[in-house]
């Protein structure tokens, strides 16, 4: 049974573009959320993703948007990339109806130039 | 303000001896609490959990970890590390009833002497 997969490992880009990150939940999750964690700090909470809706947002600008397919997998969006936006980003998957029990995936690395 | 705290950024212990990562948080309600363990360039693992019930959980890898409502506390705790246990430790909360994102502390940083 794969766990979270997120895709791609690592990713450079310049300040002012945009970027798509990937994840698919673990096998039977319904549910997907998106974390950013800052060299050196603990993951913030950026949004979730269920029935392929936004439930909840973290204190994330407009720049951060997503996307859940009727697969359950969820796509990252961040617009005009700031050099602050460089960072670990974080997927999670749960199954709404199960334990309250985050999985998380290996993450994606940004690096803004 | 509301928070989880981590007091120590960094923590260096011997091999073989024991370890107590410490975490503190501070709201109203108890909350779901849980520790993460994150590898350099890995995601996070689960530790442990704790909902309700027995307030002393064991977790993955030989950890456990005891909830005090008193202190507002839920430290983390193993009798003998291994040279495999340095990691980012992360202490984490959530309020299912109200939301369902994770509340985490900024981490401890473990260090392992051979």
């Known amino acids: 049974d794969a766990g979270v997969t997120q895709s791609p490992t690592h990713l450079i880009k310049t300040r002012g573009q945009q970027v798509t990150l990937r994840c698919s939940p673990k096998?039977?999750?319904?549910?997907v959320s998106w974390y950013q964690q800052a060299l050196g700090q603990g993951p913030q909470f950026i949004f979730q993703?269920?029935?392929?809706?936004?439930?909840q947002r973290g204190n994330f600008p407009d720049r951060f948007s997503g996307h859940q397919f009727p697969n359950y997998s969820s796509e990252l969006n961040v617009n005009a990339l700031l050099l602050g936006d460089s960072a670990l980003y974080l997927c999670?998957?749960?199954?709404?109806?199960?334990?309250?029990?985050?999985?998380f995936g290996p993450g994606t690395r940004l690096t803004v130039t | 303000a509301q928070s989880v705290t981590q007091p120590d950024i960094h923590i260096t212990v011997s091999e073989g001896a024991s370890l107590e990562l410490r975490c503190n948080y501070s709201?109203?309600?108890?909350?779901?609490l849980f520790w993460y363990v994150q590898s350099p360039g890995q995601g996070l693992q689960l530790l442990l959990k704790?909902?309700?019930?027995?307030?002393l959980v064991q977790g993955i890898k030989g950890f456990e970890a005891e909830f005090k409502r008193s202190q507002s506390s839920f430290n983390l705790r193993k009798p003998s590390v291994h040279w495999s246990d340095a990691a980012e430790y992360f202490c984490?909360?959530?309020?299912?009833?109200?939301?369902?994102?994770?509340?985490f502390g900024k981490g401890t940083r473990l260090h392992i002497l051979p």
């Open positions: 999670a998957s749960r199954k709404t109806s199960s334990s309250y029990e985050q999985y």
């Open positions: 709201y109203g309600a108890t909350p779901y």
């Open positions: 096998s039977g999750h319904d549910t």
């Open positions: 984490a909360v959530a309020f299912p009833n109200r939301d369902d994102k994770i509340i």
């Open positions: 993703y269920y029935e392929e809706e936004e439930r």
């Open positions: 704790y909902f309700s019930g027995d307030t």
